[in-house]
T-cell receptor
Framework: NAGVTQTPKFQVLKTGQSMTLQCAQD?????MSWYRQDPGMGLRLIHY???????DQGEVPNGYNVSRSTTEDFPLRLLSAAPSQTSVYFC??????????????FGEGSWLTVV | GDSVTQMEGPVTLSEEAFLTINCTYT??????LFWYVQYPGEGLQLLLK?????DKGSNKGFEATYRKETTSFHLEKGSVQVSDSAVYFC?????????????FGTGTRLKVLA
């Protein structure tokens, strides 16, 4: 029962470094997304994708890049890490674009600290 | 725009107490409504959902009813246990322009004392 798999689970970066958070799902979901979770602010959408080759910006996209070359994978790239990007990142996926009642499934999270 | 508002936490209860966590939403059209639960160090898991007005979602003793007239989806449980200690998120999803987005509230932390 893999579901949504994120790696790494923990990462410490220095300011200015770049890195990629990996996300893979084995449920053949069309919809994939990245959220960040900060204390008192809930979940904020960074980027999302409704299918391979299609991506769009969410609420807080600055400083992040995504691509969707396959249905299964949706990596999140931090271009030049800043302390403000210290957060917990969640990847999530859902089936069948176009039906609002579909459940969205989350990965276990990636804890990122930028020093 | 669409939004979800839920009560501030933390909520601290004794075991076997009655739980209510309030959630209201703003959205055009007919969104689906969800409650997710997050245990420490884990991702969010679906607790229950309702896809149309007057629907009641239920799971593990938790219930919530989709009230369109009051734009609410309050979470209730008759008798909480220590194992229910977690953060609870209310969320909505809505279809727009052929796709859909999920909007989450800020979460309410529940602590249940033995």
């Amino acid at each position: 029962n893999a579901g949504v798999t994120q790696t790494p689970k923990f990462q410490v970066l220095k300011t200015g470094q770049s890195m990629t958070l990996q996300c893979a799902q084995d449920m053949n979901h069309e919809y994939m997304s990245w959220y960040r979770q900060d204390p008192g602010m809930g979940l904020r959408l960074i980027h999302y994708s409704v299918g391979a080759g299609i991506t769009d910006q969410g609420e807080v996209p600055n400083g992040y890049n995504v691509s969707r070359s396959t249905t299964e994978d949706f990596p999140l790239r931090l271009l030049s890490a800043a302390p403000s990007q210290t957060s917990v990142y969640f990847c999530a996926s859902a089936p069948t674009v176009g039906t609002s009642g579909n459940t969205i499934y989350f990965g276990e999270g990636s804890w990122l600290t930028v020093v | 725009g669409d939004s979800v508002t839920q009560m501030e936490g933390p909520v601290t209860l004794s075991e076997e107490a009655f739980l209510t966590i309030n959630c209201t939403y703003t959205a055009t059209g007919y969104p689906s409504l969800f409650w997710y639960v997050q245990y420490p160090g884990e991702g969010l898991q679906l607790l229950l959902k309702a896809t149309k007005a007057d629907d009641k979602g239920s799971n593990k003793g938790f219930e919530a009813t989709y009230r369109k007239e009051t734009t609410s989806f309050h979470l209730e449980k008759g008798s909480v246990q220590v194992s229910d200690s977690a953060v609870y998120f209310c969320a909505l999803s809505r279809t727009t322009s052929g796709t859909y987005k999920y909007i989450f509230g800020t979460g309410t932390r529940l602590k249940v004392l033995a």
